[in-house]
């Protein structure tokens, strides 16, 4: 429908076009291709083949799930010294790849970086997505489930509090935090989009539930006055959580002691590795999704690009991260450490260290070269195998720190029983349903801010600071 | 706890007075009633068994007039009847009068409902006694310890004893009496494999058809015993002799000490029996002997003698310690206390006792002609310089002739009557057991025994192979075995009888010194189980008795004139006989010419047979001591060939790996440990193993080393070893997976800084740095409450700081403490695939660690309890508050808080916690993974032993060690109640404590300067373990091990 053009060079004197192809020529056009995402039934067939393996995986999940409660955590492999395994590793991989979402739409935003705009819908219903399937492990991953609500603090007639010293505590706080500002950012910056599809509805039922949901949403200057106040405050608000979610997750390993958990690194490091992971998971559902759905001309060959160079600057930041952590367990002389780290190469679980490694602190450096970032399968796999290595850095740090720690009467070794690895592609399952759903349902980009960043916009902006918004 | 008399009527105490008033409680309610006495509900339990089936066939039939035209409250009542008398006849056919349920009108003495109330009673074990005091809690025995003035146990008590209570609610012990029909005929070649029918019966058939086989004079009657040395067992003997004067009687066990008895009479040319008195000496030489492990009750008097003789708690007075040298083929628990230890080949054993002896200068030994014993200068020299303290002793499956030489060499180092007390042997004229096996045997295969009595033991099962017992036993036209369960020895009789649990039943025996214990029960037999004594008099006697008139009458007998209801009560509450201990026998002469050591056969491989936790294989089904970690291997639910890495490298087999066993056509195939410090060559193999009736826990556990044993040398033999390529997982609980070469070497170097040693020299210098002060202001955790600035109300006595220390240098880490905390606070045990996963319970962990090479490997035992540390690393991690601090400085764990997101467990540096996987209280030990609405339900049976002072933990919570919390309690509110008196230093003792056979467990106040534990922590050489270093400020403190390697300073 459109002729793509390359808007990856970078010439200082001329800024890049964010939104290609005809479509760009036109505030309409963009409301047609986005909402027409929704309106076209029926959606594509890849889109219901997506759906159908998505679905089979949740119900696994369901069932991995009704498994563990109805028996105990004993069908998953942990044992003494592994009290944690794939639940908290899962916990924090999915917490981490949450990033991406917030930090687009609200650290972007506040520094005036409007590429975002194409991806920033998206990303952060990745991020809503994620922190689903991340609170879902913490949930499910306790002995006893059926009173997992003592973890808040709730007036009862136990008259107990939790324990403020626990970082586990500030895990509730902080990820509940996050997802309760990430739904309302997402869902407020979603108001003036929602309304577009309310008034395009065709039928009953979409035309009362986009109408409830945009909140009587009329577009009047008042509206946008209000909301981009809103939208600024949230984006505030939102910006320092970005940097609290991780931090605080890693400091279930930093103020713990085990050798390998105990380190003041972590917080930056653990940042620094979700909004990593954030952005590979972004590109990993960006490539396909424009793909699918003919959304070449808003999520560009520049949004990859853009995307490309912040993994390649955040993989320099953790691969630093990593040497760190061994230099200053040679120089901080202290023996447990530094057979911790020995051990996380050499031991017998090389394998995970060696991975985490190749896949976070090597493979992106092929990022360097820009045939690489614009060869958008390319970026697809690579994007992939960041996935994977993030996800075994945090097996790593948890699982290879727990099975040798102080005593060596009590190390021990770890693998996963069926039921957690069918539990970590159930929670896949999870997360691509709603992904597919929002899809299908929603408006996958931000159109209101899109068009304020169309080449005509931007054009009209610079003579006569004239709105129009559709 | 003062041990009280038991309720005066013989065998209808109060517990059958419940039994039968919450049976009236069933009947006329039909269901049962809550308030009644729950243990009774077990009914129901046995209601899934087949003998329950068979017994309601049996039942009298309803009235079908009456069942029709009742109303629905008589229907109840009749079927509430009927599962309730079924039940308790277990054969059917019983119909025991109503009877009505009544309140103690008096209350019998010393008992308050839910007080519990302690017992002295006894066990005995291969005819030796350990005086015991049982822990009974509303009638139902919970918890075994020693018996303070018993003089073998001493209040220490081994891991058997603190299991045998688990095997008295083991749900597969037999059930009444069973007859089989296996009549055969005596005609043709041998017998055919019949149809066996198994029915249930009664005392009476039994009673009645047995008195009928046997003829007037008893000829063809052949009685087959344990070993045992109980009074009353023996005036029935003489009784039934007397009146069957034509009947034979043997007796076998399968672990004997007959060579030490053989082997002394060899040298002093009379039967008497050796006791070490190791307290006394200074030097102490072990050729092969596993003195303070391998079941043998004697090793709880051994190891607390030895430990006494190290003690090195007081600067001023305590200087010297003993040394021990222990030479053995195997790695024992002795060998990991030893000084110096040499690996050598059990055959070689005796060369070396030969070589000792001629350089000691006993005479009447032929000098070897070159000498090959490394320590052989310094043993001399050590056991000259302290003649009459030493003491040189040899195991007993080392043979006669190595016995005699050790005896020579005693007696030739003035030990005798000093470090080695000879009694006179009881059964002078006994053969030894295999012998009287043999005879046994020969007679039953010629069909002279017509009848055959076997009264306990299982020799079907541990029989020596080359006897062929079972195919004898299937000549004996009518044979009857009595035992605690339908074994494989019951599968072959025609009558099986239900043996009484040594907890249900009167009795007596006699412990090393022939001190008398008497047996008394704590509880109605539950299962109708009757002992042997009682047996003998159903046929001996015309009118039989019950067991408690058999003993006491013996004891009246033992007393003599002063004996009166009175002294009756308090022999009963004592425990012990007084007056009824041996003479130590004289020992004069000693025979001329000692027989000399026999050389070895290098080039083949020497197997080694020793006993471990389930004996010789009679505890096969007690999962507490499946799942006790083996002191050494630190494996659970197995046995191993045990060998060192160099001879598996020679058979070419791995760990894990089933090596093939073959001895002269036996074969068996054995999973492969490599244990370093075993000589190389010798592979060795734990009996009791391999049982194939044993029930459910300790069926196909292992492999069955009987079958490789023969009457040639029940100690060990040569065997030809082959690689299979199979593999068989082993659940050792330390060391789960191989050690990679840098994990290796940091073991190694983290080993001194965990468990440090020192030597005798350096026994009262310090070791650790001086901790870090704190800038801040903390916690005291001594009773104070920080909270509250006054404190002038709390009396100074009531403020308490609790402590611990653990003594390295006595601590043998045989693993007695280990079931004593199990059986105390209620532990479940897991099953082996649960132990692989690494998910054992035991509330403490014997650490066992090798030093230095494989060939010359020290091992070293380091008990790891929860150190309940100042600055516990797992209470501010816990999100909800469940493991806290009390003011008195006990890390505690509130189950019913607790969530379970283990994270205390991961940041606890000593990882002592313990996570409930699943329901480990419920199902069976092979449905873990079922969800729980289908798993079976609750053994009621193995509820009766919970200790109702603690909670039994549900799944998905942590667990740990509390100090034994429940027993500080008890005793605060004892101390409360009389006149708010300060609680005594030793006064509360924790489970491991008090089991412990060395005394290296001490717990108490630190508060109190003066105090045992107070003591310990301020010696010198106590350090907390990865104190400096984390800041944890561990209240549990041990004290570094001291070894005496070099000589003695005094």
């Given at each position: ?15 890049a ?6 479509t760009?020529?036109?505030l309409?056009e ?8 929704a309106e076209?039934?029926?959606p ?7 759906m159908?393996?998505s ?14 409660f ?5 069908v ?18 999915w ?15 506040l520094f005036?970086?409007k590429?975002r ?5 998206f ?11 991340a ?17 808040f603090?709730y ?10 010293l626990s970082?586990l505590l500030?895990?509730?706080f ?12 997402w869902?407020?910056?979603?108001v003036?989009?929602l ?6 509805a065709?039928?009953k039922?979409a035309?009362y ?14 509206h946008?006055?209000?909301?981009e ?13 970005v ?6 997750v890693?400091f ?5 002691q085990?050798?390998g958990?105990?380190?003041?690194i972590?917080p ?5 590795g ?5 952005f590979a ?14 959304l070449?001309n ?9 995307m490309?160079k ?16 061994f ?6 002389g202290?023996s ?5 780290f020995?051990n996380?190469?050499?031991?017998p ?10 896949c976070?602190?090597i493979?992106p ?18 994007s992939?195998?960041v996935?994977?290595?993030m996800?075994?850095e945090?097996y ?11 005593l060596?009467s009590?190390?021990?070794s770890y693998?996963p029983?069926y039921?957690?690895?069918l539990?970590l592609?159930g929670?896949f399952?999870?997360?691509?349903t709603l992904f597919?759903?929002?899809?299908r349902y929603?408006p ?5 801010e899109?068009?304020?960043i ?5 054009h009209?902006?610079?003579?006569g ?5 559709v | 706890?003062?041990?009280m008399?038991p309720p ?8 059958q ?11 006329q309610?039909g269901?049962p ?8 509900r077990?009914?129901?339990?046995l209601?899934?068994?087949?003998e329950?089936r ?7 039939a309803?009235n079908?007039?009456e069942a029709?035209?009742?109303s ?6 009749t079927?509430?009847a009927s ?15 109503e ?5 103690y009108?008096?209350r019998p003495e ?7 109330v302690?017992?002295?009673?006894a ?10 005091l ?5 009638g139902?025995?919970i918890k ?15 891991m ?7 095997e008295?609610?083991?749900p ?7 007859k ?14 019949e149809?066996?029918?198994a ?7 039994f ?25 009353s ?7 039934f ?9 043997f007796e ?10 053989e082997?002394t ?6 039967n ?8 006394d ?6 050729l092969?002997?596993d003195l ?10 051994y190891?607390?003698?030895f ?7 007081d600067?001023?007075?305590?200087k ?6 222990v030479?053995e ?6 060998g ?5 230890r ?6 070689e054993i005796g060369?070396?006792?030969t ?25 001399k020299?050590?056991?000259?310089d302290n003649m009459?303290?030493a003491?040189v002793?040899?195991g ?7 016995h005699a030489?050790v005896a020579?060499?005693?007696?030739k180092?003035h030990?005798?009557?000093?470090t080695?007390?000879?009694?006179p ?14 005879a046994a045997?020969k ?25 062929k017992f ?5 000549k004996?036209?009518?044979s ?13 009789c ?12 009167w009795?007596?025996?006699?412990t ?5 214990s ?11 189980g009757?002992?042997?004594?009682e047996i003998?008099s159903?046929i001996?006697?015309?009118?039989p ?10 004891a ?11 002294r009756?009560?308090?022999l ?12 130590a ?7 001329e010419?000692?027989p000399s050591g026999?050389g ?7 197997l080694?047979?020793?006993?471990d936790?389930v ?16 002191p ?10 045990v060998m060192?890495?160099?001879t598996?490298q020679?058979i070419e087999v791995?760990?894990?790996?089933l090596?093939e066993?073959?001895?002269?056509g036996?074969r068996?195939?054995a999973?492969?440990?490599f244990l370093p410090g075993v ?8 009996l009791?193993?391999?049982r194939t009736?044993a ?5 196909a556990v292992?492999?069955n080393?009987f ?6 040398n029940?100690?060990?033999?040569s ?16 060391d ?12 190694q170097e983290?080993i001194p800084?965990?468990?440090?040693e ?7 210098e310090?070791i650790?740095d001086?901790?870090a ?6 916690h005291?955790?001594d ?5 509250s600035?006054?404190?002038?109300l709390v009396?100074k006595?009531d403020?308490?700081?609790w ?6 240098s ?5 693993g ?7 059986a105390e ?16 319970m ?9 030093r230095g090479e ?6 070293v035992?380091?008990?790891v ?7 516990a690393?797992c209470?501010?991690?816990?999100p909800?508050?469940?493991?806290t ?18 994270y205390?467990?991961?940041?606890c540096p ?9 329901d ?8 873990h993974?079922?969800p729980?609405l ?5 053994t ?22 509390t100090?034994?919390?429940q ?11 009389e006149g ?10 924790t489970a ?18 003066e105090?045992?534990?107070?003591k310990l922590h301020?010696?010198?050489?106590a350090?907390g ?5 984390l800041n944890?400020?561990?209240r549990t ?7 005496n390697?070099?000589r003695?300073?005094e």
């Open positions: 429908m459109t002729t793509e053009t390359d808007n990856t060079p970078d010439n200082p004197r001329q800024r076009t964010l939104i290609l192809g005809e760009g020529q036109s309409h963009v409301t047609v291709a986005v909402a027409g995402v076209a039934p029926p594509p067939r890849a889109w219901y083949v997506a159908a393996i679905l089979s995986l949740l119900g696994v999940l369901g069932l991995m799930v009704l498994y563990l109805f028996t105990g955590v004993g998953w492999n942990l044992n003494r010294p592994v009290g944690w395994a794939f639940d908290i590793t899962n916990f924090v991989f917490v981490g790849i949450g990033h991406a979402g917030t930090l687009i739409s609200a650290i972007l935003f005036r970086q590429w705009t194409s991806i920033n819908r990303a952060e219903a990745m991020t809503i997505f994620a922190v689903a399937c609170g879902l492990f913490p949930a499910i991953h306790i002995g006893r489930v059926w009173v997992f609500y003592w973890l603090p007036p009862n007639q136990m008259a107990m509090w939790p324990n403020y970082p500030w895990d509730v902080a990820v509940s935090t996050y997802a309760t500002v990430s739904v309302l950012f869902y407020m910056g979603m003036p989009d309304a577009t599809f309310r008034d395009r065709k039928s039922i035309y539930s986009y109408g409830i949901f945009s909140l009587g949403w009329r577009g009047s200057n008042r946008w006055h209000i909301y106040r809103a939208y600024l405050i949230l984006a505030a608000l939102a910006t320092p959580l940097l609290s979610v991780h931090s605080v890693s279930d390993f930093a103020v713990s085990l050798p958990w105990h380190t003041t972590f930056p490091y653990f940042v620094t979700a909004i990593f992971s954030g998971m972004v590109v990993t559902l960006a490539v396909p999704a424009r793909e699918l759905f003919g070449k808003f999520i560009t060959l520049r949004h990859i690009d853009n490309a912040v993994i390649l600057l955040t993989s320099c930041i953790v691969g630093y991260a990593y040497s760190m952590e230099f200053i367990a040679w120089y901080g202290n447990w450490e530094q057979f911790h020995h996380r190469l050499n031991g679980m090389w394998w995970a260290g060696w991975t985490m490694l190749t976070n602190a493979v450096h092929v990022l360097w070269f820009k045939s690489v970032r614009t060869s958008v399968w390319v970026l697809f796999v690579v992939l195998l996935n994977v290595g996800w075994f945090r790593v740090i948890i699982v290879v720190g727990l099975t040798r720690d102080f060596p009590s190390w021990g693998a029983s039921v957690e690895v539990t592609l929670s399952g999870l997360f691509l597919l759903l929002f899809c929603l996958m980009v931000a159109m209101a899109v068009k304020s169309l080449p005509s916009q931007q009209r902006e610079e003579h600071h004239e709105h129009e918004k | 706890m003062p041990s008399t005066e009527t013989p065998n209808h105490g109060p517990d007075y419940v039994r039968l008033s919450s049976l009236s409680v069933l009947s309610a269901k009633d809550l308030l009644a006495p729950h243990y009774w077990s009914l129901e339990q209601a899934d068994t087949p329950f068979e017994g309601l066939a049996h039942q009298p309803l079908a007039d029709l035209h009742a629905r409250r008589r229907f109840l009542q079927m509430g599962l309730g008398l079924a039940g308790l006849a277990g054969s059917g056919c019983i119909r025991l009068p009877e009505k349920l009544a309140p009108a008096h010393n008992r308050a409902p839910g007080n519990p302690s017992y002295a009673t066990m005995e074990i291969g005819g030796m006694a350990q005086g015991l049982v822990t009974s809690f509303d139902r025995p075994i310890e020693g018996n303070p003035s018993h003089p073998l146990n001493r209040g220490a008590a081994d058997l004893v603190q299991a045998s209570v688990l008295l609610y083991d597969d012990r037999s059930r009444g009496v069973i089989r029909g296996l009549y055969r005929s005596l005609s043709g070649d041998g017998p055919h494999d149809q066996i029918t029915a249930p019966a009664s005392w009476d058939d009673r009645s058809e047995f008195s009928k086989q046997i003829p007037a004079d008893g000829a063809g009657f052949c009685v087959l015993s344990e070993a045992s040395n109980s009074p067992l023996a005036a029935m003997r003489a009784k002799q007397a009146k069957f004067p034509m009947a034979q009687w076998y066990e399968a672990v004997s000490d007959d060579n030490v008895r082997g009479f060899v040298a002093f040319g009379q008497v029996l050796p006791v070490l008195e190791l307290a000496a200074k030097v102490i030489v072990s092969d002997a303070f492990g391998g079941g043998s009750p004697l090793a709880i008097k190891a607390r003698d430990a006494a003789g190290r003690r090195l708690h600067e001023k007075t305590q010297g310690m003993n040394r021990l040298y030479i083929p195997l790695h024992t628990i002795t990991a206390s030893a000084d110096r040499l690996a050598c080949r059990a055959g060369a070396i006792a070589e000792l002896a001629a350089a000691l200068g006993v005479e009447g030994v032929e000098v070897p002609k070159d000498s090959h014993l490394p320590l052989l200068n310094a043993m020299t050590d056991l000259e009459g303290h003491v002793v040899a007993p499956q080392q043979s006669a002739e190595v030489l020579a060499i005693n007696h180092l030990n005798v009557g000093k080695v007390i000879y009694y042997d009881p059964q002078p004229k006994r053969l030894s057991h295999a012998t009287a096996l043999e045997v007679r039953m295969n010629t069909v002279e025994v017509k009848t055959l009595l076997i009264l306990g033991g299982n020799p079907v099962y541990n029989a020596p192979e080359d006897l079972a195919e004898a036993l299937k004996v036209p009518y009857v075995h009595l035992a605690l369960h339908e074994d494989e020895t019951s599968q072959l025609t009558w099986h009888l239900s043996q009484a649990h040594y907890l249900e039943s009795g007596d025996a006699r090393f010194n022939g001190a008398v008497i047996l008394q029960p704590l509880i109605e037999p539950l299962f109708e009757r002992s042997a004594i003998l159903l001996v006697d015309e009118k008795r019950t067991g408690h008139n058999i003993v006491r009458e013996t009246k007998s033992l007393v003599g004139n002063s004996y009166t209801e009175y009756w009560k308090k009963l509450a004592e425990g012990v006989i007084a007056g009824t201990e041996w003479k026998a004289q020992i004069e002469k000693r025979s010419k000692l026999r070895v056969v290098k080039n083949q491989y020497e080694v047979f020793y006993t936790k004996y010789d294989g009679r505890f096969a089904n007690n999962g507490w001591l499946q799942e006790l970690p083996d050494m291997t630190r494996l659970t639910w197995d046995n191993a060939a060192s890495e160099k598996a020679t791995k760990q894990d790996e090596v066993l073959t001895v002269e036996s068996i195939l999973p492969v440990f000589a190389e060559g010798v592979i060795g193999l734990a009791g193993y391999g009736v029930g459910h826990v300790g069926n292992g492999c080393a079958t490789l044993r023969t009457t040639g029940l100690g060990w033999r065997v030809k070893a082959r690689p299979t390529g199979k593999k068989h997982r082993l659940a050792t609980v330390q789960h997976h191989i050690v990679d070469p840098y994990g290796k070497e940091a073991v983290r800084e965990l468990l440090h020192v030597s005798l020299a350096k026994a009262y310090g650790r001086k901790p002060k704190s800038i801040f202001d903390e005291k955790f009773g104070t409450s920080p909270a600035g006054d404190q002038s009396p006595h403020l308490h700081k402590g611990m220390a653990v003594d390295l006595s601590c043998t880490g045989c007695a403490c280990v079931v004593a905390c199990q606070n209620n532990i479940p045990i897991v099953g082996k695939e649960q132990v692989l996963h690494g998910r054992e035991h509330w403490i962990r014997i650490d066992r660690y090798f494989p060939e010359e490997a020290v091992a035992h380091q008990p309890f929860c150190m309940h540390c100042e600055n690393p209470e501010s991690v816990c909800v508050a469940a493991t601090h009390s003011q008195e400085g006990i890390n505690m764990m509130t189950y019913n808080r607790c969530v379970g997101t283990r205390c467990a991961n940041n000593y990882k002592v916690r313990r996570f409930n996987f699943f480990f209280n419920r199902g069976t030990l092979t449905d993974y079922v729980n289908f798993r079976q339900p609750v009621e049976l193995i509820e009766m032993q919970k200790n109702p002072d603690v909670t039994v933990r549900m799944r998905g919570v942590m667990e740990k060690c100090y034994c919390i027993r500080i309690e008890q005793t605060r509110i004892a101390a409360k109640r708010d008196r300060p609680i005594r230093d030793g006064e509360i003792q491991c404590q008090q089991t412990c056979p060395t005394q290296a467990i001490v717990f108490g106040d630190l508060n109190d300067a105090s045992r534990v107070s301020a010696l010198p050489r350090y373990m990865l104190d400096p270093e944890t400020k561990p403190q041990y004290v570094a091990r001291v070894r390697e070099k003695n300073d």
